[in-house]
């Protein structure tokens, strides 16, 4: 990552900010200056890394800085100095917060470390390498679901483990919160993870098989295998258009 | 889902894949529907194999490899091999792919889904919304269960009286129905259709039950209680044309065909060694018969089987009584080709 950026990117809950935090402290404990910011105004996070990087953020006068005076000062420090910026949640930043990391970026120097869900294909993200993180495995996630056992003192047996573990898709937080619920004893069955795969499109295609029946039914003058074949196909058409106008399920809780 | 929902849509399944009403054979399936779900001790399947249970569960969630194409791949593959060795296996074997790949399939629609694609860890699901999907022990479930009892008993139904395809025939009466069984049936069972037509001569209403003796074009030669022979079909030359036309399948029957050639002997006595008891012959072929006096006229609302030109007779499927009574005097040159249905017997 040395003179260079990257961005980090996975689904919520992956494990993202749990990682930069890991990060920044390892760097720390190495003695590099490192910055991390969240997303908020320009100004506040602008404010927020010059203190972490021990630069005054105000001018003779004991006044803040105006929001470009602090974009230089900050730019600038990053050219002279070998820092590290992380950026969690980038992908919520302002437009013109992602623009001015985009041409600290350009200027020099900048060690940026960007983490975020589902980034947008424009400025920063554009420019800078990708990594996807990818849902945890499956005995790492067992060993997540283990220890949050062991610290609230529950033993859960195998049969227990395995049966949350369905529900979390790879991702250490629903892995949690699948024990929380299950802790509280809040009974679920589907998951909020981004892994499911909607084999409906699969399942019509099988359809064409009455189609393709029903053309060797008429080509060998079957007219039972014609006509069932000519019944399943329009079954399954029917099907494929109910199925189709069917509820699209929301983006919120319901 | 329910266990008994999986055994439900497996047996369904192996009765309408296999086209079998046979209840071990059904019952492998259904009992095979269970099986994915050995990766939960929570299961029958579970509680039955507890060692390969706890190597799941302590490995992976509920609905890993054990509900995927992968592990069907691998039943197939070992219960195949086995059936190479031992014949009477293959259906079983079949059975419990069937009820297997049934077994896990089921949980694609409901709120969890099931990992159909390992080693992808992708969770396949239908539909895409989770609130139509089924919930394991709601009352949609219990709807869902009623309706798969119906769809079971229904194709047990069908498959015990001679399957889907013979059900669907006898629905729609249509003469490739009949071909169709009795191609399949015809070589060990007396095949019986139910005719309803009218008469080509006359127009009289007709509403009866014939044995087939053969078919002929896209017709049959049939023969009725009385031992009249007539042709049944949509052809110009039927006797009877038909409107609708079933098939059942009969009494246990075995049907040889044998030749005989004549060289100017006596045609009763040459013939007389295939009257057997408890079958029935009919004679086709061309003879040659000298000093051949005018037999008497053909019945017009029967099917010509004896037909004389000069000193030739031409029998198509002629009783062998009726070419005995006939002909059986006479002196004779040609071939013949005889066809005996015999009753009773089973190949």
Same mark, same amino acid.
């Given at each position: 990552?040395?003179?260079?950026?990257?961005?980090?990117?996975?689904?919520?809950?992956?494990? %993202?900010?749990?990682?930069?935090?890991?990060?920044?402290?390892?760097?720390?404990?190495?003695?590099?200056?490192?910055?991390?910011?969240?997303?908020?105004?320009?100004?506040?996070?602008?404010?927020?890394?010059?203190?972490?990087?021990?630069?005054?953020?105000?001018?003779?006068?004991? %006044?803040?800085?105006?929001?470009?005076?602090?974009?230089?000062?900050?730019?600038?420090?990053?050219? %002279?100095?070998?820092?590290?910026?992380?950026?969690?949640?980038?992908?919520?930043?302002?437009?013109?917060?992602? !623009?001015?990391? %985009?041409?600290?970026?350009?200027?020099?120097?900048?060690?940026?470390?960007?983490?975020?869900?589902?980034?947008?294909?424009?400025?920063?993200?554009?420019?800078?390498?990708?990594?996807?993180?990818?849902?945890?495995?499956?005995?790492?996630?067992?060993?997540?679901?283990?220890?949050?056992?062991?610290?609230?003192?529950?033993?859960?047996?195998?049969?227990?483990?395995?049966?949350?573990?369905?529900?979390?898709?790879?991702?250490?937080?629903?892995?949690?919160?699948?024990?929380?619920?299950?802790?509280?004893?809040?009974?679920?069955?589907?998951?909020? !993870?981004?892994?499911?795969?909607?084999?409906?499109?699969?399942?019509?295609?099988?359809?064409?098989?009455?189609?393709?029946?029903?053309?060797?039914?008429?080509?060998?003058?079957?007219?039972?295998?014609?006509?069932?074949?000519?019944?399943?196909?329009?079954?399954?058409?029917?099907?494929?258009?109910?199925?189709?106008?069917?509820?699209?399920?929301?983006?919120?809780?319901? | 889902?329910?266990?008994?929902?999986?055994?439900?849509?497996?047996?369904?399944?192996?009765?309408? /894949?296999?086209?079998?009403?046979?209840?071990?054979?059904?019952?492998?399936?259904?009992?095979?529907?269970?099986?994915?779900?050995?990766?939960?001790?929570?299961?029958?399947?579970?509680?039955?194999?507890?060692?390969?249970?706890?190597?799941?569960?302590?490995? +992976?969630?509920?609905?890993?490899?054990?509900?995927?194409?992968?592990?069907?791949?691998?039943?197939?593959?070992?219960?195949?091999?086995?059936?190479?060795?031992?014949?009477?296996?293959?259906?079983?074997?079949?059975?419990?792919?069937?009820?297997?790949?049934?077994?896990?399939?089921?949980?694609?629609?409901? +709120?969890?889904?099931?990992?159909?694609?390992?080693?992808?860890?992708?969770?396949?699901?239908?539909?895409?919304?989770? @609130?139509?999907?089924?919930?394991?022990?709601?009352?949609?479930?219990?709807?869902?269960?009623?309706?798969?009892?119906?769809?079971?008993?229904?194709?047990?139904?069908? @498959?015990?009286r001679g399957?889907? /395809?013979t059900q669907?025939n006898r629905?729609?009466a249509?003469?490739?129905g009949v071909?169709?069984l009795y191609?399949e049936e015809g070589?060990?069972h007396k095949i019986f259709v139910n005719v309803?037509?009218?008469?080509?001569?006359?127009?009289?209403?007709?509403?009866s039950r014939f044995l087939i003796?053969?078919?002929?074009?896209?017709?049959?030669?049939v023969?009725?209680?009385? @031992?009249?022979?007539?042709?049944?079909?949509?052809?110009?030359?039927?006797?009877?044309?038909?409107?609708?036309i079933t098939a059942d399948v009969g009494e246990?029957?075995?049907? @040889?065909?044998?030749?005989?050639?004549?060289?100017?002997?006596?045609?009763?006595?040459?013939?007389?060694?295939?009257?057997?008891?408890?079958?029935?012959?009919?004679?086709?072929? +061309?003879?040659?018969?000298?000093?051949? +006096?005018?037999?008497?006229?053909?019945?017009?609302?029967?099917?010509?089987?004896?037909?004389?030109?000069?000193?030739?007779?031409?029998?198509?499927?002629?009783?062998?009584?009726?070419?005995?009574?006939?002909?059986?005097?006479?002196?004779?040159?040609?071939?013949?080709?005889?066809?005996?249905?015999?009753?009773?017997?089973?190949?």
């Amino acid at each position: 990552m040395a003179q260079g950026a990257l961005c980090l990117w996975g689904e919520e809950g992956c494990g %993202k900010s749990v990682l930069a935090q890991a990060l920044v402290k390892n760097l720390q404990t190495e003695g590099y200056l490192v910055a991390i910011a969240e997303p908020a105004t320009p100004k506040q996070m602008l404010t927020s890394i010059s203190e972490q990087f021990a630069l005054n953020p105000y001018n003779l006068e004991g %006044k803040a800085l105006a929001l470009d005076a602090l974009k230089l000062l900050v730019s600038d420090f990053l050219v %002279k100095t070998p820092a590290v910026l992380v950026i969690d949640d980038a992908q919520m930043c302002k437009p013109d917060f992602r !623009h001015w990391l %985009k041409k600290a970026k350009k200027r020099g120097g900048c060690n940026l470390l960007l983490l975020a869900t589902n980034p947008p294909l424009t400025d920063i993200f554009l420019s800078v390498p990708r990594i996807e993180l990818k849902p945890m495995s499956e005995k790492a996630i067992r060993e997540i679901m283990v220890n949050a056992a062991v610290s609230r003192g529950i033993q859960l047996n195998n049969a227990d483990l395995s049966r949350l573990q369905s529900r979390t898709g790879g991702n250490p937080t629903l892995a949690i919160r699948s024990f929380e619920e299950e802790y509280l004893g809040i009974d679920q069955e589907a998951a909020d !993870h981004k892994r499911y795969f909607d084999i409906t499109p699969l399942i019509l295609i099988a359809g064409t098989v009455f189609v393709v029946i029903r053309f060797i039914g008429l080509g060998t003058s079957d007219k039972s295998m014609y006509i069932l074949g000519g019944i399943g196909g329009a079954v399954f058409l029917g099907l494929s258009r109910l199925i189709y106008s069917l509820p699209k399920e929301g983006r919120r809780v319901n | 889902m329910l266990g008994i929902s999986h055994v439900l849509i497996s047996g369904t399944a192996t009765a309408l /894949f296999l086209g079998t009403a046979e209840p071990s054979v059904l019952l492998t399936g259904a009992i095979a529907g269970l099986l994915p779900d050995i990766d939960t001790s929570l299961s029958p399947a579970g509680r039955m194999f507890p060692w390969i249970t706890a190597l799941f569960e302590s490995r +992976q969630g509920h609905r890993g490899v054990s509900h995927s194409l992968f592990a069907s791949s691998l039943v197939a593959v070992v219960v195949y091999t086995i059936s190479f060795f031992l014949y009477w296996f293959f259906p079983y074997a079949s059975a419990l792919v069937i009820g297997y790949s049934f077994g896990w399939f089921a949980d694609v629609f409901t +709120q969890g889904g099931c990992e159909m694609f390992w080693p992808s860890r992708l969770l396949c699901v239908c539909p895409g919304n989770r @609130n139509l999907r089924l919930r394991t022990g709601s009352n949609n479930e219990y709807i869902v269960l009623a309706c798969l009892i119906a769809i079971a008993i229904a194709i047990f139904s069908i @498959n015990s009286r001679g399957g889907l /395809f013979t059900q669907f025939n006898r629905l729609i009466a249509s003469p490739s129905g009949v071909i169709h069984l009795y191609n399949e049936e015809g070589s060990h069972h007396k095949i019986f259709v139910n005719v309803d037509g009218v008469r080509s001569s006359d127009r009289a209403k007709v509403d009866s039950r014939f044995l087939i003796v053969q078919q002929s074009g896209s017709g049959f030669i049939v023969q009725d209680k009385s @031992n009249k022979i007539y042709k049944v079909g949509a052809e110009p030359d039927s006797q009877i044309l038909t409107e609708r036309i079933t098939a059942d399948v009969g009494e246990s029957a075995v049907t @040889n065909l044998e030749s005989l050639t004549l060289d100017d002997e006596p045609i009763g006595e040459s013939l007389a060694k295939f009257i057997r008891s408890g079958s029935s012959s009919y004679v086709t072929g +061309q003879l040659t018969i000298e000093d051949l +006096q005018s037999l008497p006229p053909p019945d017009p609302y029967q099917f010509h089987s004896i037909k004389q030109s000069t000193t030739t007779v031409t029998l198509e499927a002629a009783p062998l009584q009726n070419v005995l009574s006939l002909l059986g005097d006479e002196f004779g040159k040609g071939t013949l080709s005889i066809k005996t249905i015999t009753s009773g017997v089973s190949s």
